[in-house]
């Protein structure tokens, strides 16, 4: 199992979703998405990796924030993109 530093940076609790209803960019292009993701440096909510768009990986490549939790109702998992792990 490995280890993930960047868990040590978060806040003490998540950031208010940038957009509550959706992902952020796939509501501005009218695009559609499968699964949302919260960005736990800054609240934006992006789609996922299964998704046509994949905008929560385009964030963290844009913005350098690592780690991102499911935005899903009933999960609470979250991912280091850097570290690539369940953290």
Do not use: N
Not at 11 to 16: F, I, L, S, V, Y
Not at 36 to 48: E, F, Q, S
């Amino acid at each position: 199992m490995g280890i993930c530093e960047h868990v040590q940076s978060l806040p003490a609790t998540d950031p208010a979703p940038g957009t509550p209803q959706g992902c952020q960019e796939c509501l501005e292009e009218g695009t559609r998405w499968v699964h949302l993701r919260l960005c736990l440096g800054c609240g934006h909510v992006g789609c996922c990796d299964s998704s046509p768009m994949r905008h929560a990986s385009a964030h963290f490549r844009k913005e350098g924030h690592p780690i991102v939790r499911s935005f899903e109702p009933d999960e609470d998992w979250r991912w280091c993109f850097v570290d690539e792990l369940i953290v």
